[in-house]
């Protein structure tokens, strides 16, 4: 099974409309991270929010918010009052411990963000 | 704070062809992180240290990928020989510690990349 899906390869927004990017994933490790990445198409990887598996609230930073669900294994992440500049991919990404304590990350295969003017 | 630094930045090689990448984490951090990019994909990692030693290299190809990070710093990844399915960007990426202890928002903090065209 795939440790992180995310359905959507792309999506159109409205600027200024809010849009949610999917993301769900699987783990028998009770403490696990979920990440949210930004790519623009110059390539860097960009931090943008995340979210523990004990965390109570759901993770904002600005105009981002996580809907995380954790019964439902989904991680949504939400983009409000889009702009042009958020036309990117971006990438959830699950962080679980090995059998050797240490941290493995996976990613997802990304969903492709176009704001339209 | 410099981030992680990567070079080159391009690089276009014919298959059967050598190469090699390296990579300057942030200052400090103990865990460093190889990810292959292929076209349209997500970053799929290759090999990770801690400190200078490997945690993990499952997905490594060792018949040709090979990897070192020397006194826990700087790391090299080299290709030889290459194929035309290793064009593809590969990304560096560092984090403070990488361990089950770290927990809590530990990032990781990634490179520009260096993207490999294979002909």
């Known amino acids: 099974a795939q440790k992180i899906t995310q359905t959507q390869p792309g999506m159109f927004v409205q600027e200024k409309e809010a849009v949610t990017l999917d993301c769900t994933y699987d783990?028998?490790?009770?403490?696990?991270?979920l990440f949210w990445y930004k790519q623009p198409s110059s390539g860097e990887m960009i931090f943008l929010i995340y979210?523990?598996?004990?965390?109570?609230q759901n993770a904002t930073e600005g105009r981002y918010s996580l809907n995380f669900q954790k019964a439902r294994k989904s991680a949504n992440l939400v983009i409000s009052a889009s702009q042009l500049g958020d036309s990117a991919m971006y990438f959830c990404a699950m962080r679980e411990g090995d059998s050797g304590g240490y941290q493995k990350v996976t990613f997802g295969t990304g969903t492709k963000l176009q704001v339209i003017p | 704070e410099a981030g992680v630094a990567q070079s080159p930045r391009y690089k276009i090689i014919e298959k059967r062809q050598s190469v090699a990448f390296w990579c300057n984490p942030i200052s400090g951090h103990a865990t460093l992180y190889w990810y292959q990019q292929i076209l349209g994909q997500g970053p799929k990692l290759l090999i990770q240290?801690?400190?200078?030693?490997?945690?993990?290299d499952s997905q490594l190809p060792k018949d040709r990928f090979s990897a070192e990070r020397l006194k826990g710093v700087d790391s090299t990844l080299k290709i030889q020989p290459a194929k035309l399915e290793d064009s593809a960007v590969y990304l560096c990426a560092s984090s403070p510690q990488g361990g089950r202890l770290a927990g809590g928002k530990e990032t990781q903090y990634f490179g520009p990349g260096t993207r490999l065209l294979v002909l």
């Open positions: 783990t028998s490790d009770p403490s696990y991270g």
């Open positions: 979210q523990g598996s004990y965390d109570q």
């Open positions: 240290f801690q400190n200078n030693g490997v945690v993990d």
